[in-house]
């Protein structure tokens, strides 16, 4: 499958979308990690302050930014594709814990946008629950976490982190989790070496 416009820019940060594969080996990688449905548009705002404070890093994001706001790459048809967005997910959450870094940012919902029965955040809570286990496992793992006061059983989460981690900081303003997050996918991409990319792991996961 090909996509135009898989690759964009934001001024010169890079932003990868979702479902579009970019094998990039030559930047650190910062994946934006938190909730989507009912939540404001924080991908957003964090893409407009990476692309003044940190250009020289790459952005996979889950939630698709204004086009307005975006400049494409016409040059650039990507050779594969996922045909889920979770696969995609995957894949890039474990290329910037190689490479770059993962960051939480677990924002409020929208009350507009909440609709009755809905469990908010349940996909971001999941993956924060699988990333604190690897992490407390693996310490090197570049994770950063970070969270407005108000979101739903925060001190449950904290609690587990402590848990888990011991002294852990959770970030209570964005931009203070963004450059944490900047200087970890740094350090992390110092040491890099990357795998050859085998697209037979999107062949595969494609089927499930």
């Known amino acids: 499958m ?15 979308n979702p479902k579009h594969l970019c094998v990039v080996d030559d930047r650190p990688l910062l994946f934006l ?3 989507i449905h009912a939540a404001p548009r924080w991908q957003d705002h964090a893409i407009r302050y990476l692309a003044k404070t940190a250009p020289d890093i790459a952005v996979a994001t889950p939630r698709w930014m204004n086009w307005i706001e975006l400049r494409c790459d016409e040059s650039f048809e990507p050779e594969y594709a996922f045909f889920r ?8 959450m474990t290329r910037a814990a190689g490479g770059g870094a993962i960051l939480f940012w677990l924002a409020c919902p929208d009350p507009e ?6 469990v ?16 407390s496992l693996d310490p090197s793992i570049p994770l950063e976490i970070g969270a407005e006061e108000d979101f739903p059983t925060l001190r449950t989460i904290q609690y587990d982190l402590y848990d888990l981690m011991g ?42």
Not at 85 to 92: A, D, G, I, V
Not at 170 to 197: I, N, Q
């Open 2 to 16: 090909k996509f135009p416009h898989s690759i964009t820019y934001h001024r010169d940060l890079l932003v990868i």
């Open 33 to 35: 990690a938190g909730p």
């Open 85 to 92: 967005q979770r696969p995609w997910e995957k894949y890039y």
């Open 113 to 118: 946008y909440l609709r009755p029965g809905m």
């Open 120 to 135: 908010y955040s349940a996909t971001t809570r999941f993956e924060l629950g699988e990333w604190m286990t690897r992490c």
């Open 167 to 208: 002294a852990y900081e959770t970030h209570k303003k964005l931009e203070s989790l963004l450059d944490a997050a900047v200087l970890r996918a740094r350090d992390r991409f110092s040491g890099y070496r990357p795998d050859p990319f085998n697209p037979e792991l999107i062949n595969g996961l494609e089927r499930v």
